[in-house]
């Protein structure tokens, strides 16, 4: 009876200790740099910076038409923001050339990773989107044990005031502050009263003890790693919600940023998804005595457009205000 017992308590520690950690994803890091190769940073050399605490900025992200456009805009924020690592966790199956050569060229610490939805979400109304995307990321920083600096969910169609990334590396344990053009009120956030947060503004509640936007907090890694069922679900809607519950937060706790929560220094602006259009144009102009072999070659590289001999509406091509037949251009 007594080892029964104890074999009962072995088995259950051992259950435990495998458990810890709510999430369990398996990662597929497709390509990964922490060298910084930027020289200056909003006027000042990277030097400067050297003692600030590291913000992870996770930014989920899928192929479509505006990716590329999407990120380079993304990237060309985070070029100014000293001390950063972009992790960036694409929804697909498998890496992609073309996004690891670009997350190269910035120069700026990052991990991509290939992140994608599981396929029996793909089809739900609404899906999940961005949720394995995130879920990878905990795991990334969880396996590397990472227990100081920030961490800030970063969609790839949000806009960015830089002020944004100075008020979020303060925090201790975790920062909200107003998300602008979210639903209704075209505004989410914080309502604050001497300087402490005592309810929120959102459209939205839905019984959310937490109804904040993705983009409108920021948690301590310290903090968060006293938590290990951190976990964000695939639950539409309520990610944000479950994910604060996850890390044990109290009301008292929140620390109001962006001049106690009366600035936007951060934006919902969505960008149209349009379907990548076939254009039917004569492989006879896409050899190399043109330029548009080459660049339909990049736009279909970077899923924007695909040129067809047969598919999809003809593409004219004019000169002096008139379309001109291929023939015009061959002769
Ligand atoms: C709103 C919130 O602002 C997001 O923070 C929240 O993740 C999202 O709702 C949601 O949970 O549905 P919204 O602009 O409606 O965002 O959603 P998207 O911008 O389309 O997607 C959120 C993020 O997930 C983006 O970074 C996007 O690139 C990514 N995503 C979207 C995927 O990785 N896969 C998808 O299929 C769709
Ligand atoms: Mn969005």
Not at 2 to 19: P, Q, R
Not at 148 to 164: C, I, P, S
Not at 221 to 243: C, H, I, R, W
Not at 263 to 279: A, C, F, M, Y
């Amino acid at each position: 009876m007594y080892y029964l017992l104890i074999f009962v308590c072995f088995v259950s520690t051992l259950l435990d200790s495998t458990n810890t950690h709510a999430l369990n994803e398996s990662l597929m890091i497709c390509s990964e740099s922490h060298e910084d190769r930027r020289l200056f940073m909003q006027d000042k050399p990277r030097s400067a910076y050297a003692q600030l605490p590291v913000i992870y900025f996770v930014t989920p992200t899928y192929p479509r038409r505006e990716q590329i456009p999407e990120l380079t805009r993304l990237a060309h924020t985070l070029l100014h923001v000293p001390r950063l690592h972009w992790l960036v966790a694409n929804d697909r199956d498998r890496c992609d050339k073309f996004l690891d050569n670009m997350l190269n060229k910035f120069g700026i610490p990052f991990t991509y990773l290939a992140s994608p939805m599981p396929s029996k979400f793909r089809n739900t109304k609404p899906a999940p989107r961005g949720v394995a995307n995130r879920r990878a990321a905990l795991q990334w920083l969880h396996q590397r044990n990472l227990t100081a600096g920030v961490l800030y969910f970063g969609d790839d169609d949000n806009t960015y005031d830089l002020r944004l990334f100075s008020e979020i590396r303060q925090t201790q344990r975790v920062s909200m502050f107003p998300v602008g053009l979210i639903a209704e009120y075209a505004v989410s956030g914080p309502v604050v009263r001497n300087g402490k947060v005592v309810a929120f503004l959102d459209s939205w509640v839905a019984g959310r003890r937490w109804p904040v936007d993705m983009a409108g907090f920021a948690v301590n890694l310290a903090y968060m790693s006293q938590y290990p069922n951190v976990n964000m679900p695939f639950k539409p809607g309520y990610e944000e919600d479950l994910f604060l519950r996850s890390i044990g937060l109290r009301i008292d706790q929140i620390e109001p940023k962006g001049n106690n929560c009366t600035e936007i220094l951060v934006w919902h602006t969505q960008t149209k998804n349009k379907k990548s259009p076939t254009v039917r144009i004569d492989s006879a102009l896409l050899n190399d005595r043109f330029n548009l072999g080459a660049l339909f070659h990049s736009l279909k590289v970077m899923g924007v457009a695909s040129a067809s001999d047969t598919e999809g509406p003809r593409a004219v091509i004019s000169k002096n205000g008139k379309g001109k037949p291929l023939s015009y251009f061959l002769s």
